[in-house]
């Protein structure tokens, strides 16, 4: 399907906005609640014609769809009629990584919360916060009749430049898949659906629907699937979505190993999978190798799981108890979800859209890294004089990332850029939310002279600087899905525009507005930096309250900032030799040139760094980074004692942590205990962590329990986990690398089924 139609078709069915088609869902047939969910299912299945059990295995891309006859489709990204005489309802999709999505406004005023981006999320380190965001977009959701969220993204960091890391949850399996969970957990508290995606390794932007993801199998299980295992486990989503690019060779979407051996054998998984949007490449593969439903299926080269998929299982080329096997899986999920029996209402409900501001700051306020503060700059006093912003929008908004994901926030976008090239050109746009940090620091410094300056011109934002008792330079970096970025340095002359204002004012905090690192050559030239990330509809307060002390800092890194590209495992984007040549031949009038793929050729992308991802990576180089991974200052300090060590067949442990500063704040302890993988690298990993609020003085045990699975290797032959007996060394620390407190604990043998 041509990518540039889509604006066109979006506008149209914009025109459907408001237009709430009917719930088809009729009452759940009663006295059915008290059977199990999988005997209803089983049941429901059972009383299906093909007719009905076809129609529930492709959803409509309803900007695209042309069903016959037509049927009403809120603009969103999909909708798969349900059944009403046997109380199956209509599914209605929308994304909802950081809020109920309307990328480029498909639907004309529909507002909805922004909550961070998901990075700054997993900055939190508080799962609780994962879980209140999941809840607070799925109350929306349900308001506005959708029930099948496509959240849950977890795909980890294994490259710093990638232009979705934002909508992840940073680079370590343990963090992220708690996360994810917890925020599938929330979503799905509502009684709809939540997926978790993009299963798997749909690690980099760039060539996503043709690239070939390479890795060792138990490479993979011990970080990209933990994440997912641990996530499913926690969050229990009712579907799963398969990514875009292939896995050692086939489509992740019809990969018998991803999909069959891995998700529904080895971890018994009930929900059902469906697909990425234009993900599928085929009708008998796909459906023999695990796909359960085509999502979107207007995308796809060709619709596979439409009349092919009929003609086939008539043929005998699918067999019917494969069909039955998807339409239970599906009918499961909905009915597990609690959304069988609580359909979502007709029409739109109202939202209270003050209280889900909070949790939008909340986590804004939690997930912020204070980077650097030389000379305690921060907190700045409310007595300032005079306080100069400069650059980033920061008199009207914060960025967003853009994609999918795009929220059209509560208070609308102050700034909009649309995109004139690019694989995400037909779907996003350059967001600004409005929430103003010009606004927010008047109000709480209301005695000073708070100012804007657009910083395009170096010198001139130098001379506005000079003098004031603060310089803020909003530095901005946008990222979005569809696209990496080929440099991770700041665009528009913004390393010059920082070092101008840092050269005229000694006082500079730069405010780093993206979607993950940046490059910082200024670092050492500039006191004190923040880390916004994109902090969502009420970052501006967020930033804000930090500033001043309202908030102690308490956000940490989850993903490693590299002093430069060369420290990472892949310096740039890979198959960006292919894109430029696509991109060549468009541009030469090539018409064949279009399609989900773009006209990219396929590609290998390896991973030789296998389960040492991220700060793992470092370790293994003695590389240094510009920022490890857990790490963020805040304005009190943190004191670690009394380390205590359970072993033997469990691992456990306890300690104090103690605020031995001057202010009230909060830490993140984290334990790493050094562990071998399948492929015989050693490396300290993430094991345990928790986030203790605590006074000035205050002394509180934090105790930490250790999933195995976190520090065994996975041992392919034997398909299961294997923890090695032995010594394993242990460290609780601030952030990767650190060894605040060390110890060892003596281990047993565990053999855990995969
Ligand atoms: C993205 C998914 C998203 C889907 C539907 C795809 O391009 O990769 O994350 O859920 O579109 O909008």
Redesign the pocket.
Known sequence: MKKTALIAALMIASSLTGVAAAQTAASAPAAATAQSAQARADALVKQMTLDEKLQLIHGYFPPLAKPVPPIAMIPS??HIPGIPRLGIPTLR?S?A?LGV?N?VEQRKGDVATALPASIATAATFNPKLAYEGGAMIGAEARAKTFNIL?AG?VNLTRDPWNGRNF?YLGEDPLLAGTMVGEHIKGVQSNHIVS?I??FAL?SQETG?NVLDARIDKAALRESDLLAFQLGIEIGQPASV?C??NKVNGDYACENDWLLNTVLKQDWAYKGWVMS???AVHSTEKAAIKGLDQD??QELDDQMFFDTKFADAVKAGRIPMSRLDDMVRRIVFGVIDSGLMDQAVPDSAQPIDYAAHALVAQKAAEEGIVLLKNDGNLLPLAKTAKTIVLIGAHADVGVLSGG???QVRSVGGAPVEIPLTKGAAASFARITWHASSPLKAIQALAPNAKVTYIDGSDPKAAAAAAQGADMAIVFAWAWRT??QDPESMALPDNQDALIDAVAGANRKTLVVVEAGGPVLMPWVSRVPAILQAWYPGQRGGEAIANILFGDVDPSGRLPITFPVGVDQAPRPEPMGLAELHAAEARRDAGDKTVYGMSGGVASFPVDYPEGADVGYRWYAAKNAKPLFPFGYGLTYTSFHYANLKVADGTKLSVSFDVTNSGQRAGADVPQLYVEAKSAAGTKAYRLAGFEKVWLKPGETRQVSLTVDPRVIARFDEAKSGWALDAGNYKLRIGHFAGDAALTGSARLDAVALKP
């Open positions: 990204a999909g999709e994304d990584s999505a990328q496509l993204g909508e997926t995606k993009h749909n996503r979505m990514a875009y990425d949007w234009g999502s979107g994609g999918s994901s899905e569809a």
